[in-house]
């Protein structure tokens, strides 16, 4: 009887170790976790090995400008306020490549009628990115960041056709814009796994 507590007993801390990176549900926050967790707060869980799409862009970008500021909000999961904390962030081209050698297309409307769409990755001439650290201040409960991704919009190819104009006769095609929390606090907090990561399927008008 004592060994089986015993074993009862590791299996417990095992199982509670593992769940610390991970966020349990995606349509709250556990403000209870017994330590701060970073996370983005759009993110489908485990988008790269389960979801069948990336994710809309939650901003149409007008490709009558030439750049567009496309913000990334970012936070960490904590009952109660830390102080500043940064997050290392990067774009994500190897979880974009994963989630494309399983899902390389979609079927969507193209003009008046329904076509086969590629997913690319947005190269990187196509964007900047002024900054790769997001400090979240007074991190905690509901603050947020923004990680920021310049879009160069308004490019243009020789025929003058623009770049994301996925109707373009032969060249039908999303571009996505994959981005991933690297660390929260130089590792001194952790990041969920599951919502590490997102998808951005870029639309635009």
Same mark, same amino acid.
């Given at each position: ?35 701060? #967790?970073? *996370? ?13 799409? @990336?994710?809309?862009?939650?901003? =149409? ?20 306020? %830390? ?37 690319? %990755?947005?190269? @990187?001439?196509?964007?900047?990115? @002024? ?18 991704? !310049? ?34 606090? *130089? ?10 990561? #997102?998808?951005? !399927? =870029?639309? %635009?008008?």
């Amino acid at each position: 009887m004592k060994k089986s507590i015993i074993n009862l007993g590791m299996l417990l801390i095992v199982t509670t170790g593992f769940m610390s990176c991970l966020k349990s549900n995606a349509l709250y926050t556990d403000y209870g976790s017994t330590q701060p #967790i970073a *996370d983005i707060p759009k993110a489908p869980g485990n988008t790269v090995s389960t979801s069948t799409a @990336p994710t809309s862009s939650w901003q =149409i970008l007008d490709t009558t400008k030439s750049e567009v500021d496309y913000l990334t909000a970012v936070h960490l999961s904590a009952n109660s306020h %830390v102080g500043d904390v940064t997050l290392k962030m990067k774009i994500d081209v190897d979880a974009a490549n994963a989630f494309i050698a399983r899902v390389p297309y979609t079927i969507a409307a193209v003009g008046t009628k329904r076509d086969t769409i590629y997913y690319k %990755v947005l190269p @990187p001439e196509l964007y900047t990115v @002024p900054s790769y650290d997001v400090t979240i201040a007074n991190a905690g409960v509901f603050s947020t960041g923004d990680f920021n991704v !310049r879009i160069k919009i308004g490019t243009k190819d020789a025929n003058g056709e623009n770049l994301f104009n996925h109707t373009i006769v032969n060249k039908h095609f999303y571009y996505i814009l994959p981005i991933t929390i690297v660390s929260a606090g *130089d590792g001194k907090y952790a990041v969920a796994s599951n919502f590490q990561t #997102i998808l951005w !399927r =870029i639309r %635009v008008k």
